[in-house]
């Protein structure tokens, strides 16, 4: 790695640790008087100015097709950002109110006995640790195109389309720029773990979301590891999946907003506005499904006067604070769709926008492609997933799948619960009032996941896990109330889920130390001739779309083009220059067509595992830069 | 907004009528019991359950 690069990413994390000062101290400035909700909306300021500055440097690369986005053109930009905010933020803000010594109403937790659910969930992460720092990226949407997609932007200095290989890679890729500081850095074994981060976020999220609703200290920190176990949070904390990154962000944007309505400055309200639409945009530019979540959104802004604290005299315009809200979003987001709309045509590409079956502007129809349920069999699955959990094949917890026994023990419950609160009682106060939008918000989540969610759960993720704090307000009774008798509970319904989650990890780590499989060939089951290609080597993968990110070899250094359907014609594979196509049973005879070609690998009858198809990779000789070239030892 | 530490939005006289209230809440119990209840159709009823009994039951053989 050169050493501009070293520098410039070693610039980016001080940046970054400045950014979460000046965010922390920024929170505190805009009243946020709790210290776990002033260090989660904190986070908010050095995301969006990342995901900021790696957008300035695509619309960069857009326009002037050079490629810039590299580590000194983001570093800079950065450490631009993030000085400017440090000096607007804190000099419209009085000195006292940005104080990090000024008094907190963080109450002191008396944990007591309850710390020991709390060791049970820090035991499951430790295992998922061990396993995730001894491996390889997993996760098969992860090495299909997230994790791709990074080492890509990397390889072109670009974001711009390539309109080649599977289509997610046109999506929106929020969730894959921290990815590639890591791939710019070389730091491949990080991978695993790289949103591990966004788990310990959420936990604090969870624990804030909790208090903002009269949830006790003690049972916020019950809400905080109830979300920590759901099956889905913990496998995608260690997975390149990146539901986890878009929804801790969409989660800590109505955190901001449950702020902005105890706001007693008209100031705060404004920075706590665009706090919330900041982190929103880094959720939308992550995954357009949050499109609907930030339309939610949107409608609590507009009813930000009803939900205020009375005894608070601002009143504001709606309209100017959601205007203000989807521009703040907007910085976060905007640059997908106005290069989807310069590339494509279309600000939503590769999705199809229909407007009463007519296709107005040209993409695919994804509900098509995902909807193989009637609407019936999506309302009775769904209903019945947290005590089902149906999943075929495979495991049934992982990345896509799983709520836990404990949230299936507690969560419908206190969901009706909350419903009868809202149903029979009069709202008191802005905490009760709090407690409606959560509960309209996590109706419209069952609404959205059997309709336009097509039942995948991990869609819903932002949903699933905000009923966790609503659920706890009957916890909190609860716990007052029989207070063995919840623990018992609780813990034992954290125990059945640990028990599931951490087979997995620990079968899979000590299966890797009996066979020695510590490599990355070995680990991902693909020839170490792969590692041993020259940088830039293109190769044609017509096997799997998850073996995408395993061909890009040890250096991530190989190109990789994936089809998915339909072959690829002799003049496809002329074009794209394509020196090596690696293939796995059943054969794809027709490619080979026209070709000259040279087999130069298979391990049809030498393959170790059985349970693995046989592997053959070809050499292209009649073209391509490895013509002549000696190939590296086919072992 | 909690109004001191601990408090978390509940003034004293109103944390002494909910917690006068606790003491004579049925609904509560009906609750623990549920949850309790819940927990069990989920072990009984849940295929993680199921797949996970599978896999380790296999695994124990294996050794």
């Known amino acids: 790695m050169q050493t501009i690069s070293i520098i410039s990413l070693a610039s980016i994390g001080i940046a970054w640790s400045w950014a979460l000062r000046t965010g922390y101290r920024w929170a505190l400035a805009c009243g946020v008087r709790e210290r776990v909700d002033a260090l989660a909306l904190g986070c908010v300021l050095p995301t969006a100015g990342l995901v900021f500055s790696v957008h300035v440097t695509g619309i960069f690369a857009l326009l002037s097709g050079a490629p810039a986005v590299t580590p000194p053109g983001i570093a800079a930009i950065l450490l631009l950002v993030t000085w400017l905010s440090n000096k607007v933020i804190l000099a419209q803000m009085p000195p006292e109110d940005t104080s990090s010594n000024r008094e907190l109403l963080s109450p002191r937790v008396e944990l007591g006995i309850w710390w020991v659910p709390v060791l049970v969930v820090m035991g499951m992460y430790a295992v998922f640790l061990v396993d995730a720092l001894t491996r390889y990226p997993t996760g098969f949407d992860a090495l299909s195109y997230h994790l791709p997609l990074a080492v890509q932007w990397t390889q072109n200095g670009s974001m711009d389309l390539t309109f080649l290989g599977v289509f997610h890679m046109s999506f929106p890729g929020n969730g894959s720029i921290i990815p590639m500081l890591l791939v710019f850095a070389k730091l491949e074994r990080l991978l695993p773990v790289v949103h591990f981060p966004n788990a310990i976020l959420l936990g604090l999220v969870a624990y804030g979301l909790a208090r903002a609703i009269r949830v006790s200290p003690r049972g916020a920190v019950v809400a905080s590891v109830m979300a920590l176990t759901v099956p889905m949070v913990v496998f995608q904390s260690f997975s390149g999946y990146i539901d986890l990154y878009a929804a801790v962000f969409s989660l800590v944007s109505l955190l901001a907003l449950v702020w902005t309505s105890r706001a007693t400055d008209p100031l705060q309200v404004r920075w706590l506005i665009a706090m919330a639409g900041l982190s929103a945009g880094v959720a939308l530019g992550a995954k357009l499904t949050y499109l609907v979540l930030v339309v939610l959104l949107a409608l609590v802004v507009l009813s930000l006067n009803r939900l205020r604290n009375r005894s608070v005299q601002i009143r504001y315009r709606p309209l100017r604070a959601v205007a203000l809200f989807a521009a703040a979003a907007l910085v976060c987001s905007g640059f997908w769709f106005v290069r989807n709309t310069v590339q494509a045509g279309n600000p939503f590409y590769p999705l199809a926008v229909k407007v009463g079956g007519h296709e107005l502007l040209p993409g695919i129809d994804l509900g098509a492609l995902l909807c193989d349920r009637p609407l019936t069999s999506r309302i009775t699955r769904s209903l019945s997933y947290p005590w089902s959990e149906p999943k075929a094949p495979g495991y049934n917890y992982g990345v896509n799948s799983g709520f836990g026994a404990a949230y299936a023990a507690f969560v419908p419950v206190g969901l009706f619960w909350s419903l009868g609160l809202v149903l029979f009682r009069r709202p008191r106060d802005e905490l009760d009032k709090w407690r409606i939008v959560y509960l309209l918000i996590v109706l419209s989540g069952i609404v959205l996941l059997v309709t336009a969610f097509w039942a995948i759960v991990r869609y819903a993720l932002p949903f699933v896990v905000l009923s966790i704090p609503l659920a706890t307000v009957m916890m909190d009774r609860m716990i007052a109330r029989f207070r063995r008798a919840s623990l018992i509970l609780v813990t034992a319904s954290l125990l059945v889920t640990v028990s599931i989650a951490t087979l997995r990890p620990a079968k899979f780590f000590l299966g890797r130390a009996r066979d020695h499989h510590w490599d990355r060939a070995s680990f991902y089951e693909v020839p170490r001739l792969i590692d041993r290609l020259p940088p830039g080597t293109r190769i044609l993968n017509v096997a799997s779309v998850s073996t995408t990110y395993p061909l890009l070899g040890r250096f991530l250094s190989n190109k990789v083009v994936t089809v998915e359907d339909e072959l690829p014609s002799a003049e496809f594979l002329r074009a794209q220059a394509i020196e090596y196509i690696y293939t796995r049973k059943p054969w794809p005879d027709t490619l080979l067509d026209g070709l000259d070609v040279q087999l130069i690998y298979d391990d049809t009858d030498t393959r170790l595992l059985k349970t693995t198809p046989p592997t053959r990779v070809y050499r292209v000789t009649s073209q391509g830069r490895s013509t002549g070239a000696a190939d590296p030892p086919a072992t | ?63």
Request: with cysteine; charged share 25%; proline share 3%.
């Open chain 2, 1 to 63: 907004m909690p109004d001191e530490p601990g408090t978390a939005g509940l003034d004293k006289s109103r944390a002494q009528t909910d917690d006068a209230h606790l003491h004579r809440d049925w609904s509560t119990s009906a609750a623990l019991g549920l949850c309790a209840l819940s927990l069990i159709v989920y072990v009984l009823c849940s295929e993680s359950v199921d797949t996970f009994c599978r896999e380790f039951a296999r695994l124990a053989g294996k050794l």
